[in-house]
């Protein structure tokens, strides 16, 4: 009976779980003998006397009310289904529990489709291949599976199978148990989300003991952001005081001391920890406690958040407000903000220094009460554009001054009505009464200076016209009086008097000289487009040279904007003085442009008789000629208005030459002529 006894509590256990510790497991063992007594056979062998434990266990727990009691209310049912008899035996428990009422689970052709009827969709085929397997090898089955009811709610179930085999192999009985095991899963996953949610935050919760050193009873993982782990606070190995900075800890021990004292129940506090690689983070810890009966405080809960980069970013909002606070105050340039009625509620330092005004004589009032009365009209405008969220255009306004001078601010101002941190618009100025006052005596002065140019041009067209007008009476009058005296002069004096008409035209050409000279740069013409082949074709068609001469024209000149009548004089003036100085007996003239990014840079070349590197700067000089003018009529004048000309524009001049060797003269002028 003892061996009997053992055997039942085994198999119920494993058909049972949880029943095992229960005080009417004896009894039920007991019922169970006594049914097991009544039909024992002792013919039967050893394995033929389990099977029937089995089934008896399996209809006992069926047919017995207490147990069906206890089987509901821990989530438990059993069945047996007897191929050998056709009968089948359910506990109701059994039967709801796979969404099936009792008839259903009568023995039938259909009584494995019903069995399987509710089986979640998902766990069907694995469940079948599970059974199929069992069946092949001749073994029990245990599986889990949901079973989805009519309603759309979800069971977990353990289903624990004994299949029973005759001696020649077939299957004869199937019992066993079914365990709703939907609160220990949910239990488990929600177990499981929670941790993992507490493991990914960044709040670490902590629960430490009042005592001396603050040992910590429990921590979450995620203290690992930190450096350390659970398991090195709750061994004891570190305890949370010894992680708090020093210049800290006696601050913290202060605020929990007087928190108790005054029976705070939650509070946060603020400081910094030391990570195990010694790190200092910022942290707030929001602390709740806990009492014993006797209401003494026995423990601290903390939710423990690394604020480190907030702190960073909050002092580097502090040190941004107060670099822009003293920029501000130390700024020459005013800052406004006036309401959306044009109340003034705020003007910078530099306004009462600039306007001599104190802060009460300005905020609260209307922000056009001081201006000039012919701006007003345009600030009116201006002020309606920006606070229907228009931008306007900047604009220079006269502001009263405390002692009545006027002074002239440039403004721009932008909407900020909806800043919460402003409401109003923000009006930056500054006072640019000294350039408004430079401009003015600009415009006078470019007014004079043009009135001067013109007169200068008066001038020299009177000095030419006065100048040339006796010349011309002169070589006049030698003409004629070479003519009265013809055949009575002799070689001497006729020479005397070609002479002397040479000298009068080599005037009237340096009085020429001066008056393009002092024009050079100053006369101002129509900027066209200028095809610099075609330029240069039409001046050397201009001038007669020999026939000897060759002409070397860059097929690929640029063609540039500019004034047609100075360009002209550049190149005609640079042509005319290689004609006139080469004397080689095959000479020739070179034309080439080069393009350098903003500038075209062109040369002027020849294989005349060159120039020594110490007169280079001085050719470019007025009236500075390297030959004697009996030797070579020039004026000294032509790379003189070229060098006016070219710089006037923004370009230079130079050449490059040695004596024997020829001369290439360049300029530069900028793409963009003005």
């Known amino acids: 009976m003892r061996h009997l006894h053992s055997l039942l ?78 009968k089948s035996v359910f506990s109701e428990n059994a039967a709801a529990m796979l969404g099936l009422n009792v008839e259903e689970t009568a023995f039938s052709e259909n009584l494995l489709l019903n069995l399987r009827k509710y089986v979640h969709a998902e766990d069907l085929q694995n469940l079948d291949q599970q059974w199929i397997r069992a069946m092949q090898l001749k073994k029990d089955l245990r599986s889990d599976f949901r079973v989805v009811y009519s309603d759309g709610k979800i069971t977990y179930l353990d289903w624990n199978v004994n299949n029973i085999f005759s001696e020649d192999g077939k299957l004869v009985c199937i019992t066993g148990t079914l365990h709703d095991m939907t609160d220990r899963i949910l239990n488990e996953r929600n177990s499981a989300t929670a941790r993992l949610i507490i493991e990914n935050s960044p709040t670490v919760l902590l629960r430490w003991r009042q005592e001396e050193g603050w040992p910590v009873e429990y921590i979450s993982e995620n203290v690992r952001q930190f450096g350390y782990t659970a398991d090195d606070f709750i061994s004891g190995q570190i305890r949370y005081d010894q992680i708090i900075y020093k210049d800290d800890l006696k601050r913290i021990n202060s605020e929990v001391q007087s928190h108790q004292e005054q029976g705070t129940r939650l509070y946060i506090q603020v400081y910094r ?16 406690v806990e009492d014993d009966a006797a209401g003494d405080v026995i423990y601290h809960q903390g939710l423990l958040t690394d604020i480190t980069d907030k702190i960073k970013a909050e002092n580097a909002l502090a040190e941004s407000e107060n670099r822009f606070r003293s920029v501000v105050q130390n700024s020459s340039d005013i800052t406004s903000i006036i309401s959306a009625k044009g109340i003034v509620t705020y003007k910078s330092p530099a306004f009462y220094r600039i306007f001599g005004y104190e802060p009460e004589m300005i905020l609260g009032k209307s922000v056009f009460q001081l201006i000039h009365p012919d701006d007003l009209p345009a600030v009116m405008d201006s002020f309606k554009e920006i606070a229907e969220g228009r931008k306007p255009a900047r604009l220079v306004v006269r502001y009263k001054h405390e002692n009545g001078d006027w002074i002239s601010l440039e403004v721009k101002a932008s909407n900020e009505l909806n800043n919460p941190a402003i409401n109003g618009i923000v009006i930056n100025s500054r006072d640019v009464t000294e350039r408004i006052n430079n401009q003015e005596q600009l415009v006078e002065y470019a007014a004079t200076l043009e009135k001067i140019n013109r007169e200068l041009d008066q001038f020299a067209y009177i000095i030419s016209h006065d100048l040339k007008a006796p010349l011309r009476a002169i070589s006049n009058l030698s003409v004629w009086i070479e003519e009265d005296l013809e055949g009575k002069l002799d070689d001497g004096s006729l020479k005397n008097f070609d002479l002397l008409r040479s000298r009068i035209k080599r005037m009237e050409s340096l009085i020429t000289g001066v008056l393009e000279y002092s024009r050079a740069g100053r006369i101002k013409s129509e900027l066209q487009p200028l095809n610099l082949n075609a330029l240069v074709r039409e001046i050397f068609e201009q001038i007669a040279f020999p026939e000897n001469f060759t002409i070397e024209i860059q097929e690929d000149l640029p063609t540039l904007a500019g004034e047609k009548i100075a360009i002209e004089q550049v190149f005609s003036n640079y042509i005319s003085n290689t004609l006139k100085y080469n004397k ?14 903003n500038f075209y840079r062109f040369s002027v070349s020849d294989n005349g008789p060159g120039i020594d590197p110490q007169f280079h700067n001085k050719i470019f000089e007025i009236f500075q000629t390297l030959n004697a003018r009996d030797q070579v009529e020039s004026t000294g004048v032509g790379l003189a208005i070229v060098k006016k000309i070219v710089e006037e524009k923004g370009g230079r001049v130079w050449v490059e030459s040695s004596p024997g060797e020829g001369a290439e003269f360049f300029f530069t002028l900028p793409k963009n002529l003005q």
């Open 9 to 86: 509590s085994g198999h119920i256990t494993q058909f049972i779980p949880g029943l095992v510790n229960d005080p009417g497991l004896s009894a039920f063992i007991e019922a169970v003998n006594k049914v097991y007594m009544q039909s024992q056979d002792p013919a039967n062998n050893a394995t033929n006397q389990e099977v029937k434990i089995k089934q008896l266990v399996v209809s006992g727990i069926a047919e017995n009310p207490a147990i069906s009691d206890f089987q509901e209310h821990k989530g438990v049912g059993s069945f047996e289904i007897d191929l050998a008899k056709r």
């Open 273 to 288: 920890i030391v990570t195990k690689t010694g790190e200092i983070r910022w942290v707030e810890d929001r602390t709740m």
């Open 584 to 597: 080689n007996e095959a000479p020739f003239i070179k034309i080439k442009a080069w393009d350098e990014g």
